[in-house]
């Protein structure tokens, strides 16, 4: 009888066994087919670092932060990667040559859905509808925007020695702050803040505020907040999945309420200005020029693709958050690196006295003869490294770069950071050298792996936009 009931347990025992070891071979196998699916590959595609399930790179990217993530799977993989952020597949390229030619094809100039941008349109149109501006846009809608909004700043002068007025008199306005405030403690970051919100918002209404209006100090936050509050590689900001299951997060409110805010100052000031100017023709400025070119456009003309009074909201948003915090903090890392390299200060300084004259103020004509001020100014731009990542792209059909096919519908990384700091291009890449910027015969130049702002082929926005950083750091 007890020999009967050993040999029932056994049975018992070894079925147990049999069952576990059959559900660990079942959990074995699934997770394989997880893992290996995972890292299939779209046919063509450059290689990349290992993807985990559902997360695929997401997670090493979020934990490690992605310029670091991105810097290390550049070195074990190259100038042209891929990796995956949950369900969806990029390319992150980081070799110069390949930036360049990726930012030039047309097939790969369109923008992915940045939930950041759904937010600005459902308060500017009050429900959901095609995107505006500019940064979201692609197609028809992006080429119009596009082409008035760098036609007009060139007209305006942007970039040009026209535009030398305005920045004149706000470098004298910052200098006579400076001069009063000397010997005390000055929050230099929120002042060039100020300049910069100045200048673009002279160009873009036609006046600027004295530093002590509360206009400009809100302005100013509002804007700054905004730009703080801007991650495209946020899931919550990046995928409407996320929003969904999560809609209550800190990261989504702030997104709107802030981007609500800048928008409810944009919209008084734009009907503030109509109601100045009445019937009164102005071009001056780029609400004033954008209001007569919708006058312009007959009935059938208006459309989702055309300009619109949704779409100048867009714009000029889009111009504050483009040129203000990236040229704020350009100068004043210029001030740090300049207190920290003492002999690149005075080289500077000598330069300046010698060519404008130190009871003098500079000019755009004066740049082309300062040579070592300007290769100061990139050698802030590229230890600053300001902005690691152009904005996402996306390919709108296939093509092919650096051998590599690329599918429609693949998201686009520019890793311009790795063309600043990596030691590949420059003999100290972590130190502040000027010299890095000129020739042994002291002239200025620019390698052709600098590319702080990106690069658009046949574009000379980042140049004037460079120019306005050239003039104010002066």
Known sequence: METSRTQQRSVICLSSHREMWTTVALVVTVLVILFVRANIRPAGFPPG???????????????????????????????????????????L??????????????????????????????????????????ISTSGDVWKNQR??????????????????????EELEELL??????????????????????????AITIGKRYSYDDKKLEKLVEKVSKMVQTFNPFHPALRFRWVKKLFPNLTVIHNTHHYMAELLAFIESEIEVYKQQK?????????????LHELEQLKPDEEDDTSLSMDHLKANIL?????????????????????????????????????????????????MDRLPYTMATIYEVQRMGDLVPFAIPHMATEATSLGGYRISEGTQMMFNLSHGLLNSRYWKDHDKFRPEHFLTEDGKVFKPDHFMPFGFEAGVGHARGRQRGVAVLAL
């Open 49 to 91: 670092p290992f993807c985990l399930p559902f997360f695929g790179n997401a997670l090493h990217i979020i934990l490690l932060s992605p310029k670091v993530a991105f810097e290390k799977y550049v070195n074990d993989y190259g100038g042209i990667l891929s990796y995956r952020v949950f369900n969806t597949w990029g390319l």
């Open 93 to 134: 390229v980081s070799d110069p040559a390949l930036m360049k030619a990726g930012m030039a094809d047309p097939a790969l100039s369109g923008r992915i859905d940045l939930i950041l941008f759904d937010h600005r349109d459902s308060i500017i149109r009050r429900n959901k509808s095609a995107p505006l501006g500019i």
């Open 147 to 168: 082409r008035f909004t760098l036609r007009t700043l060139r007209d305006l002068g942007f970039g040009r020695s026209t535009l030398e007025p305005i920045m004149q």
């Open 176 to 201: 006579k702050l400076f001069r009063e405030r000397e010997g005390e403690k000055v929050e230099v970051g929120l002042l060039f803040n100020r300049s910069i919100v100045n200048v673009i918002w």
């Open 278 to 290: 009445g019937d009164q023709e102005d071009t001056s400025c780029y609400i004033g020029a954008y």
């Open 318 to 366: 889009e111009l504050f958050l483009g040129g203000s915090e990236t040229t704020s903090s350009t100068l004043w890392w210029a001030v740090y690196w300049l207190a920290s390299n003492q002999n690149a200060q005075r080289a500077m300084q000598e330069e300046m006295d010698r060519v404008v004259g130190r009871c003098n103020t500079p000019t755009i004509s004066h």
